[in-house]
């Protein structure tokens, strides 16, 4: 009785009188004590590592690794991709005012392959190349940096904030990349199918816009090219990352399956053409050689409207729909596996 009546302090309790001396030695030496600087750091270390852990189990990714897959990514999609892109472009810039050269897109293909064989069909391939890889590597890395401080501790993205950086990816790479190349593209595309064409080839092109109208004749059609790439990669973005969630539910470790990605990604592409063709054909037309005709983007758009009807606004929405929807799918897949190939060869905190 004596004995539990006596006094003990809290890393010496009653416990420790009934194990024995040498048992509540070994008791005391394993409760924690206070926190030594060494165990502060890695306890520290171990949060961020956790709040590093992306969907998908795997580390946010840092954005030179986004930078690089996002670009290898671009590069191999638009060389897949380029014969729908060409096709699209060729009937948006068959304006209905004039009388219309192609009957459709069969009618399309048929004509440009019987006047230039194949290759024909990737005229105009080298600008979109040159500009597709550094247009992949800013969007990804640029929605990277703004997406990775808003991540849970588990490194998931809610669908607003993913709405809110592809937004931004989408401002950057119209900004930086898309509209000069954009321009280039549909210059060039257009003056090939004009019967006396000027340019004989992308460089001779290039420098032949920039000596007659100045860096400001690769600008044409900004502020179209910011809404529909803005809204583009929004949509993308969001619908890709809303699907993700929706398919790790609560374990954000869960591996997704490439086909899983593909489908998740072509989902995505097709949502963003439905949202924005009337944006893209108004673009188009910007950066067209006839773009003098329009004094800006709302005249263009009036003109369309006024001249053309309503369904000129989606022209050249099936051959996008199967570019946009395999370019998104095959972009994607790539993305994540470069990203995965990468985290094993280069070590990033």
């Excluded at 946010?60 to 014969?83: N, Q, R, S």
């Excluded at 097709?270 to 050689?289: E, W, Y």
Aim: proline content about 5%; charged content about 20%.
């Amino acid at each position: 009785m004596s004995s539990l009546l006596s006094p003990f302090s809290v890393r010496e309790g009653p416990c420790d009188r009934r194990l024995g001396p040498s048992a509540a030695r070994h008791q005391r030496a394993a409760a924690p004590g206070p926190a030594s600087p060494a165990a502060h750091h890695s306890s520290a270390a171990a949060k961020r590592r956790l709040a590093a852990a992306a969907v998908g189990g795997r580390k946010v990714t840092h954005p030179g690794k986004a930078i690089l897959a996002g670009g290898i990514a671009g590069g191999i999609e638009i060389c897949i991709t380029f014969p729908t892109e060409y096709v699209k472009t060729q009937l948006q810039l068959d304006e209905r005012a004039n009388p219309p050269r192609y009957r459709g897109i069969g009618d399309c293909v048929k004509l440009t392959v019987q006047d230039h064989g194949l290759r024909g069909l990737y005229r105009g391939l080298s600008s979109l190349l040159f500009g597709s890889i550094p247009k992949s590597a800013v969007r990804f890395g640029t929605f990277e940096i703004l997406s990775n401080p808003m991540r849970d501790a588990t490194g998931r993205l809610d669908n607003t904030r993913s709405l809110l950086c592809g937004l931004g990816a989408g401002i950057a790479e119209a900004i930086l990349i898309v509209c000069p190349m954009e321009t280039l593209k549909v210059k060039l595309i257009h003056d090939q199918c004009s019967l006396r064409p000027r340019y004989r080839g992308f460089f001779h092109g290039v420098s032949e816009i920039i000596r007659e109208q100045g860096l400001r004749g690769t600008y044409q059609g900004l502020t179209p090219t910011l809404l529909k790439q803005g809204s583009n990669q929004a949509i993308r973005f969001y619908v890709m990352n809303s699907l993700r969630n929706w398919y790790k539910g609560d374990d954000p470790r869960k591996e997704m399956h490439p086909i899983v990605t593909a489908m998740f990604g072509a989902t995505a592409g097709a949502a963003s053409v439905f949202g924005n063709t009337p944006l893209d054909v108004v673009k188009t037309r910007m950066q067209g050689l006839d773009a003098y005709r329009y004094k800006n983007t709302m005249d263009c758009a009036f003109q369309i409207l006024k001249h053309e009807g309503l369904q000129a606004f989606y022209k050249g929405t099936v051959p996008r729909l199967g570019r946009v929807c395999l370019d998104v799918a095959i972009v994607f897949v790539i993305y994540e596996e470069v990203v995965k190939l990468l985290n094993n060869v280069w070590e990033t905190q």
